[in-house]
């Protein structure tokens, strides 16, 4: 059986790359590049945004039926800032997975994060960091006033 897997690409864009313009001739063709991506087998749902810190940065995240899935950056290269410099792309296993919440496309801004791991800890390294993690989760999701913690948190893992 197929796993799911969600796969975020980070990329930087020409100045000229305004998607969210729809005056913009090279906002719309990168804009069917990802209606185009709908279409492809094993899509499941996907969203964009810029990134706050450098607004140049465009985050795309693809929900994929299989892990085996994914974009051909081969697509993306009209728009980059940066033709020769590959694209960041980090698959993930999310629970929940991103499709089934409204996370990307409700929120006014999305914090992704990820925390990278050893794979090399002991099995009793691993168990003390899953609690960790759930504590940290509980701390930012239900201690935190609301208006400074998040709404949803999501784990995965990769790999």
């Known amino acids: 059986m197929a796993q799911m897997s969600t796969q975020f690409i980070l990329f930087g ?14 906002g719309e ?3 069917k590049v990802f209606r185009a991506t709908k279409n492809q087998s094993g899509h499941r749902s996907s969203a964009w945004g810029r990134s706050i810190e450098e607004p140049k940065n465009i985050v795309w ?4 039926t299989d892990a085996r899935c ?16 590959p694209l960041t792309a980090v698959y993930a296993t999310l629970s929940p997975p991103i ?5 990307l496309t409700k929120n006014p801004v ?3 994060f990820f925390l990278p791991f050893s794979t090399a800890i ?3 390294e691993s168990r003390h960091l899953h609690a960790d993690l759930i504590k940290l989760r509980s701390v930012m999701v239900t201690q935190l006033p609301q208006a400074e913690g998040p709404c949803f948190l999501v784990n ?4």
């Open 156 to 159: 995965g893992s990769t790999g």
């Open 61 to 64: 995240v693809i929900d994929w």
């Open 13 to 26: 864009v020409k100045s000229e790359v305004e998607p969210e313009n729809p005056a913009s001739d090279l």
């Open 110 to 112: 999305t914090e992704l």
């Open 29 to 31: 063709a990168l804009l």
């Open 122 to 124: 002991s099995e009793y």
């Open 70 to 85: 994914s974009i051909n950056p081969e697509l993306l290269k009209p728009f980059l800032v940066n033709e020769d410099k």
């Open 99 to 103: 499709s089934s919440t409204d996370t």
